[in-house]
């Protein structure tokens, strides 16, 4: 059920202006200013050192990037299939995999 606050009754619509003009008040008070900004302490260098699994999860992200989006083999072979009518549909394991995004 869902339920619209902004424009239920006549207090929704003043409600709603209401909410608008406060989160506006909170931006305009949350930057900052040239008087609040730090200048005085200049930025450091800083090192990072990644773990062994993450140098290694990186280095399968790039030999993914690697890897075509589409299998063009398998799709000419299923394009194949389907115009000589031998390629069957598994009604079963099609029904399993809808329940399984189900769970």
């Known amino acids: 059920m869902v339920i619209d606050f902004n424009t239920s009754g006549t207090n929704g619509a003043a409600r709603s202006n209401q909410t608008g003009a406060a989160v506006g008040k909170r931006d305009v008070a949350d930057r900052p200013t040239a008087e609040t900004q ?43 299939a389907i115009a000589d009518g031998s390629y069957q ?12 995004l189900e769970q």
Do not use: M
């Open 38 to 80: 730090s200048t005085s302490a200049p930025a450091t260098e800083s090192q990072v050192k990644l773990s062994d699994q993450a140098q290694q999860l990186q280095a399968i992200e790039e030999r993914l990037r690697d890897l075509p989006e589409v299998d063009s083999a398998r799709v000419e072979q299923i394009k194949q």
């Open 89 to 100: 549909v598994d009604s079963n394991r099609i029904a399993d995999k809808l329940i399984a």
